[in-house]
């Protein structure tokens, strides 16, 4: 929808439009049957409905729309009258809704996983829903396709203006349903036909984050108006939007619901805690962090749903947001197995840091930093360790083969064995082995004091979200870590 128009249907729902703008509204409205029925879908569609018999009936000499914001009703002369109820009835058509009083269908849910409060075949119309776990998936009356993540609170105004009090949301919206809106406590996501995302946690700002296309957005109390295309992403605060990363694993996607869905249905989620009970009694167990347990980590980090509904886990979205452990310090790991779940962006950083150990420097050898690269392949350092003369290696320092990031944001599970004794590094990628390094010099892993996120300098930070981290003194073979992957994994 053009943004001129855009702003003057808002202004005039509003009750704040001048009489110049009422003047250019109107002759928006009398030259485009477009902008007509989007003016009517604006509207409250009972007022609308009220005023067919009187309103339309004006004289030819009135204005398409009365200079009254407070009457909120349409006016169009005689010889237009037969084009307002076209629109009308091509708009009730293309929708489909069904009016039982005074009530319409805006949306119904189509998929749903992990939520009690809806279910699939819910219909929606202006009431506000509060999400505290999982996830649903819904299409709207003009077939724009939305999921929301709990914790959430939203309502829909009309089936193209979507208020999100709380939480995040994606949204896939056709041609059809091009000018869908979210609106949030801090600004508005206008959509002109894209893939787009919007996050708005409970104290914060809101971002607006685009995939593909293009979206208006437009902060509260901003007379201003940005384009955001393909890759842009804004955060919205104080009247005005300020560019930050795109954060492309930070929202569940349409696609992503079925496998969760059916993951569910699959009784995954027990299984996964079947398989943390066992990891838990085993005797070379250094450390399992779930986020879970009432004890905060310290560290600067968001506390978000983990892979399982009402579940909890560490989001890290800025530079400097870390998490802070110290475990397995005091002595000496000849065998390390690090494992765990993770959603994580694509950066321009060099380097986005999983577990960094303190004191990287010649007086720890063995000391452990174990990241994602640049090229988004997993990487295993330890501090004087060296590889064998004649590696492939061109960076010093074992690397998986496989990227680890997918297109998309969806849960992946990474694990890396280290064998001081064997001298060997070995990789694995969702259960499945990868690559095997061979080191000519293995020092015993060394922990302590660490990080998740950041590790004092900026070329490390992480950017997504941390499920269930293992540290295991001991090595686990091939079938050990695909079954820890297939008891925990989300998906089916």
């Known amino acids: ?18 009489a110049e703008e009422m003047s250019q509204l109107n002759r928006f409205l009398d030259a485009s049957a477009e902008a007509r029925r989007e003016f009517v879908e604006r509207l409250n569609l009972d007022s609308a409905v009220a005023a067919s018999a009187a309103g339309w009936e004006q004289k030819q000499t009135e204005p398409l729309v009365k200079s009254s914001p407070s009457a909120q009703r349409m006016a169009f002369p005689p010889t237009r009258r ?24 805006l949306a119904t849910i189509v998929n749903d996983a992990g939520v009690e409060e809806l279910s699939k075949g819910t219909k929606l119309r202006g ?40 939480g995040r949301l994606s949204a896939e919206v056709p041609p059809a349903a091009k000018g869908f809106t979210v609106v949030t406590p801090s600004g508005d996501a206008v959509d002109l036909g894209t893939r787009f995302g919007v996050d708005v946690p409970p104290n914060g700002a809101a971002e607006i984050h685009v995939f593909q296309g293009e979206v208006i957005a437009k902060a509260s109390g901003d007379t201003n108006k940005q384009s955001l295309r393909g890759g842009d992403a804004v955060t ?6 300020t560019v930050r990363e795109l954060r492309s694993s930070a929202f569940i996607q349409a696609d992503e619901m079925n496998g969760l869905s059916a993951g569910l249905a699959a009784g995954q989620r027990a299984r996964s805690e079947v398989a943390l009970a066992a990891m838990r009694n085993d005797p070379a167990l250094i450390a399992l962090l779930d986020f879970e347990s009432e004890q905060t980590q310290p560290g600067i980090f968001r506390t978000v749903q983990g892979r399982w509904p009402g579940s909890q886990a560490p989001e890290f979205v800025n530079v400097g947001d870390h ?39 010649k007086s ?15 990487r295993l350092a330890l501090f004087a360790n060296t ?17 680890v990031l997918p297109e998309q944001g969806r849960w992946v599970h990474l694990a890396a064995v280290y064998d001081s004794v064997a001298k ?34 900026q070329d490390r930070k992480l950017s997504g979200r941390v499920d269930e981290l293992l540290l295991l003194g001991r090595t686990m073979n091939d079938e050990e870590v695909r079954a820890l992957y297939e008891a925990g994994n989300p998906y089916r």
């Open 1 to 18: 929808m053009n943004s001129e128009l855009d702003s003057l249907i808002h202004r005039y729902l509003d009750g704040n439009i001048s």
């Open 82 to 105: 037969w084009l307002a109820a076209a629109a009308c009835v091509t708009l009730f058509a293309s929708a489909g809704w069904w009016w039982q009083g005074s009530q319409r269908v």
């Open 127 to 166: 009431e506000t829903h509060s999400l505290k776990g999982g996830s649903v998936e819904l299409v709207t009356a003009l077939g724009a396709r939305v999921v929301i993540e709990a914790p959430a609170e939203f309502r829909f105004e009309s089936a193209q203006r979507l208020h999100m009090l709380s």
């Open 236 to 241: 919205m605060d104080g009247g005005s939007s």
């Open 323 to 361: 998490l802070k452990l110290d475990v397995g310090r005091d002595r000496e790991w000849p065998q390390l197995t690090l494992a765990t779940w993770v959603r994580l962006d694509r950066l321009g950083a060099p380097y986005q840091s999983l577990l960094h150990t303190d004191g990287w420097n």
């Open 364 to 378: 720890n050898p063995g000391q452990v930093h174990w990241m994602v690269t640049k090229l988004t392949t997993m």
């Open 387 to 403: 590889l064998t003369q004649g590696s492939d290696e061109t960076n010093g320092f074992p690397d998986s083969r496989t990227s």
């Open 424 to 457: 060997t590094v070995r990789f694995y990628l969702n259960g499945q082995f990868d690559k095997e390094t061979h080191q000519a010099i293995a020092h015993p892993a060394r922990l302590g004091p660490a990080q998740i996120g950041n590790w004092d300098q």
